[in-house]
């Protein structure tokens, strides 16, 4: 069993940038690889990026690639997300997930088993 925990949201204006943190609890955490998905107001939660449980090896989904980082700490259980340059189209709940599967990249939702419950993220134009 994982617990996620995301923080670091808040309001930004357009350009600006945040780093969201995944706070993780369980002993089999570092052996999970790991994503954030988000949600927009009105919309499906849509894949954001993954990294693998050693680190070595991230995926991004083409709206955020090049603007976007995602990086892990497992000695502190932390995953964080840099977003860089962010757009109004950015806005969005950013969910933190593990997926205990060996399938990766994976930008199917179904394959994450562990949620966090959600940090928000606005940006103002």
């Known amino acids: 069993q994982v617990q996620l925990v995301e923080s670091g949201g808040g309001l930004v204006q357009a350009g600006g940038s945040l780093r969201l943190s995944c706070a993780a609890s369980?002993?089999?955490?570092?052996?999970?690889?790991m994503g954030w998905v988000r949600q927009a107001p009105g919309k499906e939660r849509e894949f954001v990026t993954t990294?693998?449980?050693?680190?070595?090896?991230?995926y991004y989904a083409a709206s955020v690639k090049g603007r976007f980082t995602i990086s892990r700490n497992n000695a502190k259980n932390t995953v964080y997300l840099q977003m860089n340059r962010l757009k109004p189209e950015d806005t969005a709940v950013y969910y933190c997930?593990?997926?205990?599967?060996?399938?990766?990249?994976?930008?199917?939702?179904?394959?994450?088993?562990?949620w966090g419950q959600g940090t928000q993220v606005t940006v103002s134009s």
């Open positions: 369980g002993r089999a955490y570092s052996c999970y690889a």
């Open positions: 997930a593990a997926q205990r599967g060996s399938s990766w990249p994976t930008t199917s939702l179904y394959d994450y088993d562990y």
């Open positions: 990294i693998t449980w050693s680190g070595g090896n991230t």
